[in-house]
């Protein structure tokens, strides 16, 4: 149980287009669904906080009109990356919430999506 | 304010031996920690986690400790497999604040040798 997917798993742009990534959480409700970035060899950075029907809590230094966040669903969000550029180019990786009876709540993480801006 | 440090960043053990992870943190008002294992160019998998109100979890070959006077966590793997070798991550969390949010550490790469 608790799959999460991304899709696509990667993506080569140009310059200036914009980027569709999707996150499904597989066989269970995510309220709380959460976007990351990893640059290599570093740590994964969170960049939003995604709930379910409400907008998206984006971290310092994220800029929300750039990295457009939807929650339309328990079990769908998606992150556009608007008018990309070569430094967009990172390994993105979303999470879904559930919660662990004894413990709290827990993300179960996409395999990612590798994006490459020309 | 790296919140969440991983001071080790790799380990080199021998296949059968035990692997020891270790993780501080300094913001007390986390509640909820968690280990993942990450592969390149995957996301990480849930490996374990652990409550502030307990002192161990154990899950298979896995256990993980936490000592909350003195702010340290570690990941125990025993007997250490080739097919462990892989980036850990220990994560954390306050869930009276920010409820799931994750802070990381930097990640410590483990390799087993067979």
């Known amino acids: 149980g608790a799959v999460v997917s991304q899709h696509p798993s990667w993506v080569i742009c140009k310059s200036g287009t914009s980027v569709k990534i999707e996150c499904r959480s597989l066989d269970f409700q995510a309220t709380t669904m959460f976007w990351y970035r990893q640059f290599p060899k570093q740590s994964l950075m969170l960049m939003a906080t995604s709930n379910e029907g409400s907008k998206a809590t984006y971290e310092q230094g994220v800029e929300k009109d750039k990295f457009l966040i939807n929650h339309a669903s328990l079990t769908l969000s998606t992150l556009t990356v608007t008018s990309a550029h070569p430094e967009d180019s990172s390994f993105y990786i979303c999470s879904a919430a559930t919660y662990n009876r004894g413990f709290g709540e827990t993300q179960y993480f996409g395999p990612g999506t590798r994006l490459l801006v020309l | 304010d790296q919140q969440v440090k991983q001071n080790s960043p790799s380990l080199s053990v021998q296949e059968g031996r035990i692997s020891i992870l270790n993780c501080d943190y300094t913001?007390?008002?986390?509640?909820?920690f968690l280990w993942y294992k990450k592969y390149p160019a995957e996301g990480p998998t849930f490996l374990i986690s652990i409550s502030s109100i307990k002192d161990k979890n154990e899950d298979g070959r896995f256990t993980v400790f936490l000592n909350k006077s003195a702010k340290h966590l570690s990941l125990h793997i025993v007997p250490s497999q080739p097919g462990d070798s892989a980036v850990y991550f220990c994560?954390?969390?306050?869930?009276?604040?920010?409820?799931?949010?994750?802070?990381f550490g930097q990640g410590t790469i483990l390799t087993v040798h067979p």
């Open positions: 994560a954390a969390s306050d869930s009276g604040t920010s409820y799931g949010k994750l802070t």
């Open positions: 913001n007390s008002m986390f509640d909820y």
